[in-house]
């Protein structure tokens, strides 16, 4: 299970990439791929947002529960998993705008952009350095078989990095590829 979580902060990764492409792009005024950086957003709201963050939630949950004195890393994990929502909302509210031909401030895109992917960056490094370590020495195989049995919403496979990429991510899925 964390070896999953693991590799989806691989992918999120790749797609933190795309968006600082981008955001160079904006920044030295190239030509800006706002559908790519929509794709983007999507995916993460689609798969990090409703299954990512709440599988490590039930994790950190149970953890808290059953190990962890003191809450502070499951309350700053929580509050972060909320700002990365939030954040990605705005930013994609923004997106949409400028697809729908909107006039935005290019300064106000790229600070909200520069801060998701901040943002987005730190929280995973927090996880990878202190949090899955900490749950790797402290949970046993029990208490995983307990968390993967109590893991309902991961039913389909992802529609970017899984077997078969979806119709809506094939073009998001070629740029990735072409920088690999
Ligand atoms: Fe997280
Ligand atoms: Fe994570």
Redesign the pocket.
């Known amino acids: 299970m964390l070896q999953a979580l693991h590799q989806e902060h691989i992918n999120i990764a790749r797609l933190l990439d795309v968006l600082r492409q981008q955001l160079f792009a904006i920044r030295s005024e190239h030509p800006v791929r706002y559908r790519l950086l929509k794709d983007v957003l999507s995916y993460l709201s689609e798969v990090s947002d409703q299954c ?2 709440p599988q ?1 939630d039930l994790i950190y949950d149970y953890y808290l529960k059953y190990r962890c004195q003191d809450d502070q890393i499951t309350t700053r ?1 929580h509050q ?2 909320e700002l ?1 929502v939030e954040a990605g909302k705005e930013l994609a509210a923004l997106v949409d705008m400028i697809l729908m031909d909107a006039v935005i401030p290019l300064d106000q895109l790229m600070a909200k952009l520069e801060s998701f992917i901040v943002l987005q960056q730190r ?2 490094d927090f ?1 990878e350095s202190e949090v899955f370590p900490e749950l790797r020495t402290s949970l046993t195989e029990d208490d995983w078989r307990h968390l993967e049995q109590n893991w309902h919403y991961r039913t389909a496979d992802d529609p970017l990095f899984g077997r078969e990429v979806a119709e809506r991510y094939r073009d998001l899925s070629n740029s990735i590829s072409l920088h690999a």
């Open positions: 990512h963050h490590e994990l972060e998993h990365v929280h995973m996880e």
